[in-house]
């Protein structure tokens, strides 16, 4: 039986992010019955489409795509179902997509989202660390001042750290985590939905030594636990008490939440009960 014609509009399309056996049926169903792809890279997508035997327009659609781009993308979503896919997973997220959404919503063309893979998501579910609140964090800068920085801006964020990764860059990522967030519990989820699949719980220190004797292959999500309160960290009180041997309360609480990530005010009010009257 003849399917209804897809109503014009952007389909947001979720594809698998290793296991091709991860598309949805209704992910299929809509590359099937759209009109146009737009896409990250026309050569990944191809091989997606000859997976499924379809052989829909590819129109490449990118971080670097202009106003204009967007704007033809947008004069075609009038009249045409288009769908957008990115390279694996969800786009959107850390992939392309968000500015085609905001004006696609300004100019009001019917937007629908299908839901499927994303490595952070999947990540999360198989690492053990705490799901009930996380922050995805997308990738950590290159550069190793600017890494630091942003782990020391979140450090006292009270949910589980996600971010995505490549294997050349994790040693260098966990080096860091170790100096900035030395107490916390981090897993590193590689390869998901493929064959050589892992994930691999420790301290950074421990991670670090281990990818340094195996360095990893493929693509990775490495994740920080969140921070644990002052009672649950036996050093605290040990960390305190050196810090307060040079530094008032106040300062050596702030150094302490810096290096734990624990919270600054309950660490000062410790100190203070630690403090030698
Ligand atoms: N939009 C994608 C998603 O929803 O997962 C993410 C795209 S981002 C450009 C690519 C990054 O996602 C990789 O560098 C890696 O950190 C992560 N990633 C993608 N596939 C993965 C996999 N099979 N295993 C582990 N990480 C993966």
Redesign the pocket.
Known sequence: MEKEPLLPGLYIV?TP??NLGDITLRAIDILTRCDAIACEDSRVTAKLLRHLGLRQPLWRYDDHSSEADRERLIAAMRDKPVALV??????L???PGYRLVRAARAAQIPITSLPG????IV?LTLSGLPTDRFLFAGFLPVKDKARRDVLDDLARVPATLVF???APRLGKALDVIAAALPGREVAV??????TFEECRTGSPHELGDHYRAHPPK????LMIAPPASCEETPDADRLLLEAMEYEKPSQAAAQVARRTGLDRKQLYARAMELKPR
Do not use: H, N, Q, W
Request: net charge negative; charged share 25%.
């Open positions: 979720a992010i290793g990115s390279d694996a997973g969800t786009p997220i850390s992939d893979p994303s490595a952070a990540a995505y990764e490549t989820a590689r390869e998901l939905t493929k493929g693509e990775i999500v």
